[in-house]
């Protein structure tokens, strides 16, 4: 019995500093000025890091950029992030991401994620949505290729396409099915 509130207490008191967490992440939201900074460093990196990447983004219709999504969960999960859609190499408005999981999961962690548009139709859809989901308002497909061999050369025929990196560089089998982007004003 002992146990079993001790249990109950631990857990409790891990959710609401999980929660003053996320709410502290939230009500200190970075600026423009500082998603700006975030966005530009992250393309830096995937031009470096995935070969051909310069010329496949010169492709894209739009580029949805979060340098920073966190995600924290004991059980119960949950992450968030702000970035920007990039339109022609300039930021053209400002968006935050968020999805909510539950089953095995313990800790905290920290990922990069661009996602690129490749068709007008797409990106359009994307705008004039209110909330975004990914695998329901669209399908987002991760793309998985041999180390060193150029993006350029696959033939992709998916019209929006995600890239994830950890702080390891880029990460394959993840999905962004249930990932929720949603337009912010800054």
């Not at 939230?26 to 310069?54: C, L, M, Y």
């Not at 010329?55 to 059980?75: C, D, H, N, R, T």
């Not at 998985?144 to 033939?155: K, S």
Request: one cysteine or more; aromatic letters at 10%.
């Amino acid at each position: 019995m002992l146990l079993t509130r001790l249990s109950i207490f631990v857990f409790c008191t891990f959710i609401i500093a999980s929660l003053n967490l996320t709410i502290s992440t939230v009500a200190n939201a970075a600026s423009a000025t500082e998603i700006d900074i975030g966005v530009k460093e992250t393309i830096k990196r995937f031009k470096k890091e995935i070969p051909g990447g310069a010329e496949f983004l010169k492709k894209a219709k739009g580029v949805l950029v979060f340098p920073s999504v966190i995600k924290v969960g004991f059980g119960i999960g949950g992450e968030y992030g702000e970035g920007a859609l990039l339109i022609g190499g300039k930021t053209d408005s400002y968006y935050s991401t968020a999805a909510a999981s539950i089953g095995f999961q313990l800790g905290a962690q920290t990922k990069s994620l661009v996602v690129v548009f490749l068709t007008t139709e797409a990106l359009k859809h994307f705008q004039s949505s209110k909330g975004w989901k990914a695998g329901v308002d669209g399908s987002v497909a991760v793309i998985e290729w041999g180390m060193g061999e150029d993006i350029n050369t696959i033939d992709i025929e998916d019209p929006i396409i995600g890239f994830v990196f950890s702080n390891k560089g880029l990460m394959f089998n993840l999905t962004l099915e249930g990932s929720k982007f949603t337009k912010i004003m800054k």
